[in-house]
């Protein structure tokens, strides 16, 4: 029998190796519960993030639109699940992790609490949201969690689909009439800063990244990933001929970096202690999805134990 300091050296050595830490191997405390507080966390983002654009597809523009966007809200769906699926390998259940959303216990990404006012909305959100969460999630599948690492792979394959689609999107309707592109701006203004945010507070107000960094769970900081944002984002709105809503962004030639304005930090905490504009909207609506289901979730149990039932008596024959 291994003492637990052993174990832990053990663990760390992995960690350091790069070999990653496998559902059945032994682990800090610490590190399960941040685990399942990060995936699980990423889990609700990619269900509750179905909602606002699920808002547009029946208003879809064109057939063409429409078969993308409802591919893209069902991608959504399977990265809940395969990542629903990784945190159940850490010893939750799936009815406790759903308890977890509805209660308001557990949070999910404040993007999805701004609502999707216009069409161009699903453009900025695949540019610029998905933009975003891809630059978070590459650096995931080099995670330490092989489960969680696995699952990033492809949905990194998928995420990178939705932001073309957007930036299609936003591209159709900034090259369009004067409206269109009217349209396309005032959608930029509203999910500019809003995007920023998803990175998370800044690096000196962050609780949770030196272990994380240390654990590699993390691998860039919030800071980091934001400026990798920005100065991909920026050269992408040049060719579509949209302002970014912030009048401090330049290039700043010493770093070679944008520089740019000052977050509202004041409304991020806002939104992620429950008053953003949908947060209600969004709870509500997972609830009643949840409850609606409960019916499919009984049947499917009634007949897995109908089907045991069966297997069991072929073998007593
Ligand atoms: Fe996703
Ligand atoms: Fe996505």
Redesign the pocket.
């Known amino acids: 029998m291994q003492n637990i300091a052993a174990l832990e050296q053990e663990f760390e050595s992995k960690i350091e190796r790069g070999i990653s830490i496998e559902p059945k191997d032994w682990m800090p405390e610490k590190y399960r519960k941040t685990h399942i507080r990060q995936i699980s966390q990423h889990a609700h983002s990619e269900i509750v993030g179905m909602l606002p654009e699920g808002n547009w597809i029946t208003r879809a523009p064109s057939l063409r639109r429409k078969v993308a966007l409802l591919a ?1 809200v069902q ?2 769906a399977g990265h809940g699940l395969y990542l629903y699926s990784a945190a159940e390998t850490l010893g939750i259940s799936r009815d406790e992790l759903f308890e977890q959303l509805h209660s308001g216990k557990a949070k999910y990404s404040s993007i999805f609490n701004y609502p999707t006012l216009s069409w161009a909305d699903m453009g900025a959100i695949g540019w610029l949201v ?1 933009g975003a ?1 891809i630059i978070n999630q590459v650096m995931l599948t080099r995670t330490s969690y092989g489960p969680y690492a696995r699952a990033m792979v492809r949905i990194c394959k ?2 990178s689909f ?1 932001q073309r689609q957007g930036y299609e999107i936003m591209l159709t309707l900034s090259k369009g009439t004067p409206e269109q592109k009217q349209m396309a701006q005032d959608s930029l203004n509203r999910w500019w800063w809003p995007s920023l945010m998803m990175f998370g507070p800044t690096d000196a107000e962050s609780t949770h990244t030196a272990q994380s960094m240390k654990w590699k769970i993390k691998l860039k900081t919030n800071d980091e990933l934001r400026q990798q944002f920005v100065d991909i984002t920026v050269p992408q709105a040049e060719i579509l001929g949209l302002t970014i809503p912030d009048p401090d962004l330049k290039w700043n030639e010493e770093r070679e970096q944008y520089d740019f304005g000052a977050i509202d930090w004041e409304e991020f905490w806002q939104v992620v202690k429950g008053h953003g504009p949908c947060n209600k909207e969004r709870i509500a609506a997972r609830k009643n999805a949840f409850e609606g289901g409960a019916w499919v979730r009984e049947a499917a149990i009634a007949h897995a134990e109908k089907k045991a039932a069966r297997t069991e008596l072929k073998k007593a024959v």
């Open positions: 893209k991608d959504e998905d969460a998928e995420e939705h």
